[in-house]
């Protein structure tokens, strides 16, 4: 199955007096995809620009999007897939190609095909009688080399993590199994101790939690807040200081809140906003530049994508950026076009409807990229980059320094350095042979007040 998408151009502008304008121009994807759904981006194909994926939940299609290097996209057809609601790739069986996971709601079922090399996909079913099938996602998360598929099951209440056992076959190893409701979960090292943790939104019990990884992945689950219809949660740094904060919605509450974590796993709740007609997914990236975390969600009721502008995260200020996108469900933000700034990929269910909007803002990073009084960067060497980089700086006077990198979908990937030091020359290497080729963002804090620089990592 193969389509072109004939672009027609859309412009919704949001504009303040108190925030540099946004402007986002949407391209459609496909206008007659039945029921869109899921969303996901990644370089399919391996040719150095973003392809997505997507998941028509009643045209029961798996289906990715080819770029063709100007952001017009094929269409190919991955499998006719029953009720496939959420969609997420890597690659798998370690080949260096990359795989995909289908997640069928109705089916009870989550398969994932394995890629052949030439773009032909071999379908291995991992699961069935899973049920109401709701997320996956595929992460090295016992550190052995191989990559591993977590799941979780909205009406089964189930959190599972799948170990590689080696190709084609999976192990199946308990979470939780009294996790009702649970739509949305997210992998990441929680409190920075080495090992990757579980987050998990659980609708039905009202429940934001998180699962630690105690040791060699038996996992302690700690609730973050109760009495909260958790619809979807999202780790990031959101104050900068190091530490790991959490950023949630709750549907039915009409509430999107981040949490500050303290730095000892306490977690203090900071309302973005609380009327949000059933915010059904949220995420975080700085979309204008400005070095911090502004806020984006599909907001399903209300038919239409918004953002939150971020002021020194005490104020949120709100702006659409699509009115009648009917019943959004799903908006992830990206880079798309690789021009350095964040885009968004979104889906509208009952519009049929899947989108990217560029951000077509010119904006100068942060305070036009004027490093604080104390702080001399002398080099970020080489750049672009292999590797590893090379970060010198010097500090005039003693300072607390944080210094971390983000990708472009405005997650932090790596905590570089973060604490007091005296004033002195300072030679600072990230090793980033492990991470994807692409653009990052080098953020260093010096006295809370925020440095960026771009680093590119070519392999």
Request: proline content about 3%.
């Amino acid at each position: 199955m193969l389509k072109y998408t004939i672009i027609l151009v859309l412009l919704f502008a949001s504009v303040s007096a108190n925030a540099e304008e946004i402007e986002w121009i949407e391209h459609p994807i496909d206008t007659i995809y039945d029921c869109a759904w899921g969303v996901y981006t990644i370089d399919m194909d391996g040719d150095k620009d973003i392809d997505i994926l997507s998941a028509a939940h009643e045209g029961h299609e798996l289906t990715w999007w080819e770029n063709d290097g100007n952001q017009v996209f094929i269409e190919h057809l991955i499998f006719n897939y029953y009720s496939v609601h959420e969609v997420h790739a890597n690659d798998i069986d370690s080949d260096g190609d990359i795989d995909v996971i289908g997640v069928a709601y109705h089916l009870n079922e989550i398969s994932w095909f394995e890629n052949d090399g030439e773009m032909n996909f071999n379908r291995y079913i991992l699961t069935q009688g899973y049920i109401g099938a709701h997320f996956a996602r595929s992460i090295d998360i016992d550190n052995d080399g191989d990559q591993d598929i977590i799941t979780c099951s909205k009406d089964g209440g189930n959190v599972t993590w799948w170990k590689n056992e080696g190709y084609p076959y999976f192990s199946r190893q308990d979470v939780d199994n009294n996790f009702t409701g649970c739509r949305q979960i997210s992998i990441y090292d929680l409190d920075l101790d080495g090992d990757l943790d579980i987050l998990g939104a659980a609708q039905f019990i009202d429940q934001l939690a998180w699962y630690e990884n105690i040791e060699n992945q038996a996992f302690q689950k700690r609730t973050i807040i109760g009495n909260y219809d958790a619809f979807w949660i999202e780790p990031n740094d959101f104050d900068f200081d190091g530490d790991i904060d959490v950023l949630a919605c709750a549907a039915e509450d009409y509430d999107i809140s981040w949490w500050e974590n303290d730095g000892y796993m306490n977690f203090v709740r900071h309302i973005v906003d609380n009327y949000v007609d059933y915010p059904q997914s949220v995420n975080a990236a700085d979309f204008d530049m400005d070095g911090d975390l502004d806020i984006v969600c599909a907001i399903r009721c209300s038919d239409e994508i918004v953002w939150w502008d971020n002021d020194d995260n005490i104020a949120y200020d709100r702006y659409e950026v699509r009115p009648n996108y009917y019943y959004a469900v799903t908006v992830l933000p990206y880079d798309i076009d690789c021009d350095g700034d964040i885009d968004l990929v979104g889906s509208a269910s009952i519009g049929d409807r899947l989108s990217w909007w560029e951000n077509c803002t010119n904006t100068t990073p942060v305070s036009d990229n004027e490093p604080p009084d104390n702080f001399d960067l002398e080099s970020i060497y080489p750049n672009p980059f292999n590797s590893s980089v090379t970060i010198r700086y010097n500090l005039e006077r003693p300072a607390d320094v944080s210094i971390s990198v983000y990708n472009m979908a405005g997650q932090m990937v790596e905590s570089i350095v973060n604490g007091f030091f005296n004033a002195g020359r300072y030679q600072l290497i990230w090793n980033a042979s492990e991470k994807s080729s692409g653009v990052y963002l080098s953020k260093i804090v010096i006295n809370n007040k925020t440095y960026t620089e771009k680093i590119t990592l070519l392999k």
